[in-house]
């Protein structure tokens, strides 16, 4: 009976050594331990042993038992921790390798020209005024001096909400928002950037939407020499050094005089090219001395107060700028295109 335990637990724990998961262990456990396993069997026996033996057997069988339990304890142990070590070993990071680039975005041309834009004439004292998209008949046009019926209302088909309500056609509504604000008082000296909207066909060089910058400057004995030189100066600081500046005659029911100003070709430097259609000129803004009605409208006193205004189209400045071709560029989101303004 003795030998036949010992042989059973060196049986066993020779098993346990060998085994290399827990699914093994499992099945040892019951092989040598369960119900009908040969220790059970062994101690079931027992009835036909003689009182002496008894106790003998029994303890024996217990320290068998125990002594198989705590080998399989001790393994099962050594298998989890093998089984974690290796797990740690498969998902371990390399921190020596490179990282991933992290995408950074830029601003969009349009932000791009607008802030250059604002920085000339913050540099020359004006500051930043804003007005609302859907504005009022009243402002986009009559406190304009385009009364209703007036025929240049169709320079600037428009958008229409209800009789009285539309999507400005132009950034000029802020001017006299802007003089109701001072009530009268100068000097106002003010740019303002912001979308507009016209009722055109889209092509390269038309879109429903876009951006102006307006200007106006409004003080005693404001000339028409002081709008040259502050757009002349414009130019050179937007453009570069050598960048002239032409003054055409026009018309603009809110300033008289009008003029078209127009740059030298950034293209050609005014040889003349495709671009200039072989002019050397290329037209960028409208502009004039505000209209005396627009003043006094604007609460301000045309005999003692004169001002100069103008607007000059955003995408317009971004494609000479920049050589862009095709103004829908701007709204479509092509990364390719965006990607090439990072540093610009
Ligand atoms: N508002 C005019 C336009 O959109 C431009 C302009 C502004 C002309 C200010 C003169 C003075 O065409």
Redesign the pocket.
Known sequence: MQERLEALQAEAIAKVEEASDLKALQEIRVAYLGKKGPITEVLRGMGKLSAEERPKVGQMANDVRAAITEKLEQKEQRLEEEAVEQQLAAESIDVTLPGRPVQVGSRHPLTGVVEHVEDVFMGMGFSVAEGPEVETDYYNFEA?NLPKEHPARD??DSFYITNDLLLR????PV?ARTMEKYEGKGPVKIICPGK?FRRDDDDATHSHQFM?I???YIDENVRMSDLKGVLETFAKKFFGPDQKIRLRP?F?P??EP??EVDISCVMCGGDGCRVCKQSGWIEV????M?HPRVLEMGGFDPNKYSG??????VERLAMLKYGIDDIRHFYTNDYRFLQQFKRA
Request: no cysteine.
């Open positions: 304009l320079m600037q056609t132009h950034t000029s001017q507009v102006q307006e200007g106006l026009s603009f809110f300033t009008s003029v803004l409208g502009a004039g505000v100069f205004a103008f607007g000059m189209g």
